[in-house]
């Protein structure tokens, strides 16, 4: 029986995309190695949103080139988005590749695993499909803790955001038949899972036609929270300019339905917003910030940036600030532009900020959210938080941690809570990236 080992770089859905590989993989025979050493092939599921992305996955390919002098047997193939970017040319690039599979196309794995072998042929199979999202496909949980999962609910993406390649690499947007994602959260709960993210590109806009009624975001949320009160729901990622009131109102309705919303800016200058091809202002993305406080005063907001797009000024990098300094993030992911080939940017701006000062501007938006974090945690100090319990602390083996609705990672004492239970904690400490607290009331085991 040959084993694949799989290796998993870039964004959730990339994971979630691996989960679902293993699985038609199992199907056909093969198993999951736990270990590179004992496997036949090694996939690698790779991201290519920034160059650095490329470059990483170049260095694994170099280091692998030794691994397959001790084991020449291994084959190794490459999935995702950099597969669907530079289709066969990365196997004339990379000589120890055999295989390149995109995104819309690993139903043909097994097929191709087996042709590689047996015919000793390289292959690449990078079709993108209008239809495909793997409705069928149970997924296979790879490192998993047993007590939160992915649950992709559509593919894809046609925002054509002027940086993001993206919708070269994954296509057209298209979402999955409800029913199948509703009986995956249901299967997950009655396996003992306590927690499912519900994972798309652009999840607002969601959308299934049922007869003659279509089914939106809101309410695939209404019905997952329903599969029971102690299942929580999360989901990522939304698009300002899609962020509807019907879904803070069921998000507001539903307990179990955590507080906690990803809605990146990308910047704070409405010249740089039109450029970037966002489909909405900074007056529109502040409006919707409002909304979330209105109907959720109590939810955590995160954010995507990019210091130094096409362009940029220093004024429109301090507009930038000015709008972190607005709407206070409870977390933010901050990235320098990278040129990526094919997009908008590529083919119609230049990109002419120089690469120190992308780095001086990311640098200042960091240590501006790395203060706000910090104030905003320390306004925590005092609350009390029903926290799901996730595994041992990475610092000490006497203390657990978890998250709470917000999505804030609480560390505390273990005494004799076991991972998967829900806990209520006591904040009493903090770092700008944790909150430390101490366990208080009866808890009860479930
Ligand atoms: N350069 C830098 N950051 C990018 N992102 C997407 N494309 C690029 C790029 N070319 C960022 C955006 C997006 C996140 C997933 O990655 O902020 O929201
Ligand atoms: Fe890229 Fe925009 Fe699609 Fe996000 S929504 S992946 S930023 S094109």
Redesign the pocket.
């Known amino acids: 029986m040959s084993k694949v080992y799989i290796e998993t770089y870039g964004c959730q859905m990339n994971f979630a995309d691996s989960e679902i590989v293993a699985s038609l993989l199992q199907k056909e025979g093969y198993t999951i190695a736990t270990e590179l050493a004992e496997a036949d092939y090694v996939l690698i599921n790779t991201c290519a949103?920034r160059d650095n992305a490329e470059q990483r996955i170049r260095k694994r390919l170099r280091e692998l080139r030794a691994q397959q002098q001790h084991n020449p047997r291994l084959r190794i193939g490459i999935l995702g988005c950099m597969a669907e970017r530079l289709q066969s040319q990365l196997m004339v690039e990379e000589e120890n590749v055999s295989f390149v599979v995109g995104p819309d196309a690993y139903r043909r794995l097994p097929e191709l695993l087996a042709q590689v072998r047996r015919q000793g042929v390289k292959a690449a199979e990078t079709e993108l499909s209008t239809t495909e999202t793997y409705a069928d496909i149970e997924p296979v949980r790879l490192n998993s803790n047993g007590i939160s999962a992915y649950i992709s609910i559509m593919r894809g993406?046609?925002?054509?955001?002027a940086?993001?390649?993206?919708?070269y690499t994954?296509g057209r947007e298209r979402s999955r038949d409800p029913e199948t994602i509703v009986a995956e959260a249901r299967s997950l709960w009655q396996q003992g899972y306590k927690e499912v993210t519900l994972l798309g590109?652009?999840v607002n806009s969601y959308r299934w036609k049922e007869g003659e009624t279509v089914v939106g975001f809101p309410e695939l949320m209404r019905r997952v929270a329903e599969v029971s009160p102690r299942l929580r729901v999360r989901f990522a990622?939304s698009?300002p300019k899609d962020l509807s009131d019907q879904l803070l109102e069921v998000m507001a309705k539903y307990d179990n339905i955590c507080k906690c919303i990803h809605l990146?800016v990308?910047s704070g200058s409405d010249r740089m917003l039109k450029l970037m091809?966002?489909h909405y202002d900074s007056a529109w993305y502040l409006d919707r910030i409002a909304a979330i406080r209105r109907y959720m005063p109590d939810c955590s907001i995160t954010t995507?940036v990019i210091a130094g797009f096409c362009s940029e000024t220093e004024e429109e990098h301090q507009m930038t600030l000015e709008m972190f300094r607005k709407v206070r993030y409870d977390y933010a992911y901050m990235f320098k532009f990278s040129m990526r080939p094919n997009t908008y940017a590529e083919k119609h701006l230049v990109d002419d900020i120089p690469d120190e000062e992308k780095t001086r501007r990311l640098e200042e938006i960091i240590a501006l959210q790395g203060q706000i974090a910090l104030e905003n945690n320390q306004r925590e100090i005092g609350k009390t938080y029903e926290v799901l319990v996730e595994g041992e602390s990475h610092r000490s083996k006497a203390q657990l941690f978890g998250r709470n609705s917000q999505n804030k990672v609480i560390v505390f004492d273990r005494h004799d809570v076991q991972p998967g239970q829900y806990v209520n904690v006591k904040v009493v400490r903090c770092t700008a990236a944790t909150l430390i607290g101490e366990l208080v009331g009866e808890q009860s085991a479930q």
């Open positions: 949103i993406c046609q925002n054509y955001c940086y993001c390649v993206v919708p994954r590109q652009n990622t698009h990146p990308q091809n966002r995507d």
